[in-house]
């Protein structure tokens, strides 16, 4: 069985740093991201690691966070560094990427993956 948790979430002034940390278990090397939803927002791809250790970052968060993963570890992190209050949000663990949509999605992002977190929350304070 195949399990995302996540970690490191909080709430925090802004201008601070968290690192958020997701352990995977049951999954071999595979791509690897953070959603991020808040209210009445829509779902955001924040941040995306391949297994080559290639990245991709929203415009909302380049210079911001920083993505890593330890494959050793099987765990992904998301350093978040000079945070904002719209930074705000249930933030997501994601894995193994399914462009044709094969499984239910949990929510309406842009990007499909096969397996989710269940969530922490990230709220940073003005």
């Known amino acids: 069985e195949v399990q995302l948790v996540e970690s490191g979430g909080g709430a925090v002034q802004a201008g601070g740093s968290l690192t958020l940390s997701c352990i995977a278990t049951?999954?071999?090397?595979?791509?690897m991201g953070w959603f991020r939803q808040a209210p009445g927002n829509e779902c955001e791809l924040v941040s995306n690691?391949?297994?080559?250790?290639?990245?991709y970052y929203s415009n909302s968060v380049k210079g911001r966070f920083t993505i890593s993963r330890d494959n050793a570890k099987n765990t992904m992190y998301l350093q978040m560094n000079s945070l904002k209050p719209e930074d705000t949000a249930v933030y997501y663990c994601?894995?193994?990427?399914?462009?044709?949509?094969?499984?239910?999605?949990?929510?309406?992002?842009?990007?499909?993956?096969?397996?989710w977190g269940q969530g922490t929350q990230v709220t940073v304070s003005s």
């Open positions: 690691i391949d297994t080559t250790g290639r990245t």
């Open positions: 994601v894995a193994d990427q399914d462009p044709f949509r094969t499984v239910p999605q949990p929510r309406a992002c842009s990007v499909a993956y096969r397996y």
């Open positions: 049951g999954l071999d090397h595979t791509d």
